[in-house]
């Protein structure tokens, strides 16, 4: 029932889907791919499954609705990657050659079986999704990447030609229909991936923050995959200050669980000493914005923090939540009727669960940065000497969200 839900769902609203920007680049012996995901939906998850019954381990990531988890990217254990990204609605679509029908997404099929972008292609060139629109992006840990879409009659399978490839919304391979469009986050992903030669993670964080979506179709998470060694960034809210970490061998070994992404982040934001500033003194007054109580400040004359100092910040956590106004004007409000009209008790009541209603209502469900203040100030630093600094939150016993790093110098 479930997975027919989300069948109709599928079929439904994949026009409502918004914009996603997908690029993967294979160089120098790494292989990285990234999803910025963008959508009204901002409860978004990701779910880890075992492997088990002859079926790779594998994870998600998507959205919670009232129909359930809606996948839009995932890996599995073997490095394999891949993700999904809307496209103009077609009514020209047929299954042509009656291949067999496969009612769930078929991508979910080559997380469970495939290891290879060729293992991929066989299953679509096998089975025909009649519910699937969009197109897809598959990437393995051995180089390979395919753009998967609908052609004229059938699927396509347009395989990378150079060391990345990037997809967003527009058919890859029609760029002669006046019906499709050219897009500029295609264009930006494609020019940074032309002119930077080597791969980070911090590269693909500057390209998926160069490329993210505001407004009512907003980039609600974004993914960053090393196929090779398993590892994951994730980032909340297009806020590409603070990310979490996920190693997908350790995540698989805790069983099949399922997370609310939003709950590992702090809404960090570092603030001074700012990014590549220069500082007279030999003292520094670090600041950021979080909503965590509890930090560890790492500064190190290495990029790599080889070798740091360590500085532990415990707050006194305080609820400070403020009352609403509209709560204390009425409040006022309500004692002055109350003398001058005491009779008047279930319109009293009636006006006390209107401004209960008012005060519980949520203005701003994700702020994309807190507005609480943290900072520390240390002295002795070393003249002519290149700093880099970064924060880690610690409200969580996993998944502990990190800043990125900042660097600095001393004159």
Same mark, same amino acid.
């Given at each position: 029932?479930?997975?027919?839900?989300?069948?109709?769902?599928?079929?439904?609203?994949?026009?409502?889907?918004?914009?996603?920007?997908?690029?993967?680049?294979?160089?120098?012996?790494?292989?990285?791919?990234?999803?910025?995901?963008?959508?009204?939906?901002?409860?978004?998850?990701?779910?880890?499954?075992?492997?088990?019954?002859?079926?790779?381990?594998?994870?998600?990531?998507?959205?919670?609705?009232?129909?359930?988890?809606?996948?839009?990217?995932?890996?599995?254990?073997?490095?394999?990657?891949?993700?999904?990204?809307?496209?103009?609605?077609?009514?020209?679509?047929?299954?042509?050659?009656?291949?067999?029908?496969?009612?769930?997404?078929?991508?979910?099929?080559?997380?469970?079986?495939?290891?290879?972008?060729?293992?991929?292609?066989?299953?679509?060139?096998?089975?025909?999704?009649?519910?699937?629109?969009?197109?897809?992006?598959?990437?393995?840990?051995?180089?390979?990447?395919?753009?998967?879409?609908?052609?004229?009659?059938?699927?396509?399978?347009?395989?990378?030609?150079?060391?990345?490839?990037?997809?967003?919304?527009?058919?890859?391979?029609?760029?002669?229909?006046?019906?499709?469009?050219?897009?500029?986050?295609?264009?930006?992903?494609?020019?940074?991936?032309?002119?930077?030669?080597?791969?980070?993670?911090?590269?693909?964080?500057?390209?998926?923050?160069?490329?993210?979506?505001?407004?009512?179709?907003?980039?609600?998470?974004?993914?960053?995959?090393?196929?090779?060694?398993?590892?994951?960034?994730?980032?909340?809210?297009?806020?590409?200050?603070?990310?979490?970490?996920?190693?997908?061998?350790?995540?698989?070994?805790?069983?099949?669980?399922?997370?609310?992404?939003?709950?590992?982040?702090?809404?960090?934001?570092?603030?001074?000493?700012?990014?590549?500033?220069?500082?007279?003194?030999?003292?520094?007054?670090?600041?950021?914005?979080?909503?965590?109580?509890?930090?560890?400040?790492?500064?190190?004359?290495?990029?790599?923090?080889?070798?740091?100092?360590?500085?532990? %910040?415990?707050?006194?956590?305080?609820?400070? &939540?403020? !009352?609403?106004?509209?709560? #204390? =004007?009425?409040? +006022? *409000?309500?004692? %002055?009727?109350?003398?001058?009209?005491?009779? &008047?008790? !279930?319109?009293?009541?009636? #006006? =006390?669960?209107? +401004? *209960?209603?008012?005060?519980?209502?949520?203005?701003?469900?994700?702020?994309?940065?807190?507005?609480?203040?943290?900072?520390?100030?240390?002295?002795?630093?070393?003249?002519?000497?290149?700093?880099?600094?970064?924060?880690?939150?610690?409200?969580?016993?996993?998944?502990?969200?990190?800043?990125?790093?900042?660097?600095?110098?001393?004159?």
């Amino acid at each position: 029932m479930k997975k027919a839900l989300l069948i109709i769902l599928m079929s439904l609203n994949i026009s409502d889907l918004g914009a996603c920007t997908l690029f993967w680049s294979a160089r120098d012996d790494k292989i990285l791919c990234a999803k910025n995901m963008d959508w009204t939906n901002k409860d978004t998850r990701m779910l880890f499954i075992p492997a088990s019954d002859g079926k790779y381990g594998r994870m998600y990531f998507g959205i919670e609705s009232n129909y359930g988890f809606t996948n839009t990217s995932g890996m599995n254990e073997t490095g394999l990657w891949y993700a999904g990204a809307s496209l103009p609605e077609r009514t020209d679509i047929y299954n042509t050659y009656n291949k067999p029908r496969w009612d769930y997404e078929l991508v979910e099929k080559i997380m469970e079986e495939c290891s290879t972008v060729d293992e991929a292609i066989e299953i679509f060139s096998v089975y025909w999704e009649p519910h699937w629109s969009g197109h897809t992006l598959i990437a393995d840990k051995y180089g390979n990447c395919v753009a998967i879409e609908y052609g004229e009659k059938d699927v396509v399978f347009l395989r990378n030609q150079t060391d990345f490839q990037v997809m967003t919304n527009f058919y890859l391979s029609d760029t002669i229909n006046e019906r499709w469009y050219n897009c500029y986050r295609y264009n930006i992903a494609y020019e940074l991936l032309s002119n930077n030669t080597a791969l980070s993670f911090g590269l693909f964080r500057d390209i998926a923050e160069e490329t993210h979506a505001e407004g009512d179709y907003q980039t609600t998470l974004t993914t960053i995959h090393d196929l090779k060694n398993g590892f994951i960034q994730v980032y909340n809210m297009h806020n590409y200050h603070e990310f979490v970490n996920i190693n997908l061998a350790e995540e698989l070994e805790k069983g099949e669980h399922y997370l609310k992404c939003s709950d590992y982040f702090n809404q960090v934001q570092l603030l001074k000493p700012a990014i590549n500033s220069v500082l007279s003194s030999e003292e520094v007054t670090f600041s950021w914005n979080a909503d965590s109580y509890n930090y560890d400040l790492y500064y190190s004359k290495n990029e790599d923090f080889a070798d740091f100092e360590k500085i532990e %910040i415990n707050i006194i956590h305080v609820n400070n &939540s403020k !009352i609403n106004p509209f709560l #204390f =004007i009425g409040l +006022l *409000a309500l004692l %002055i009727f109350f003398k001058r009209n005491r009779k &008047s008790v !279930i319109f009293a009541s009636v #006006f =006390i669960l209107i +401004l *209960a209603g008012i005060s519980c209502e949520d203005i701003d469900l994700e702020p994309q940065f807190s507005k609480t203040n943290h900072f520390v100030t240390i002295k002795g630093l070393e003249p002519e000497t290149t700093y880099y600094w970064k924060i880690i939150c610690n409200n969580a016993e996993e998944y502990k969200s990190e800043s990125v790093t900042w660097k600095f110098e001393t004159l």
